[in-house]
């Protein structure tokens, strides 16, 4: 099994900024792809950026240019990065880990942009 502990939600200001860190623990082997995803009210979870084992990322369209993810192997850590933030950011955001095709989730942290 594998666990996954999000933290640095909260209510920031259009166009400020936050970080969002998530801490992996378990059964957690070297191949795996972190990341994180989104679910706004009334909308379906929808990725948002992911990064392999390796460095590589990818990002939603949405959040290129504002957004930067990254991982620290050694503490089973993923971050997200979140700059230039927009109402339409506002979500809960969702930790993932994707290892031998098995998903695991956080608990989810929520962020709100709003004046």
């Known amino acids: 099994q594998v666990q996954l502990v999000e933290s640095g939600g909260g209510l920031v200001q259009p166009g400020g900024s936050l970080r969002l860190s998530c801490a992996a623990s378990?059964?957690?082997?070297?191949?795996?792809?972190m990341g994180w995803y989104r679910q706004a009210p009334g909308k379906q979870r929808e990725l948002v950026a992911v990064?392999?084992?390796?460095?590589?990322?990818n990002y939603a369209d949405s959040v290129k240019g504002r957004f930067s993810i990254s991982r620290d192997n050694a503490r089973y850590t993923v971050y997200l990065q979140m700059s230039g933030l927009k109402p339409e950011d506002t979500a809960v955001y969702y930790c993932?880990?994707?290892?031998?095709?098995?998903?695991?989730w956080g608990q989810g942290t929520q962020v709100t942009v709003s004046s």
């Open positions: 993932n880990l994707n290892q031998f095709g098995t998903n695991y």
């Open positions: 378990g059964s957690i082997f070297t191949i795996y792809v």
């Open positions: 990064v392999t084992a390796g460095g590589t990322t």
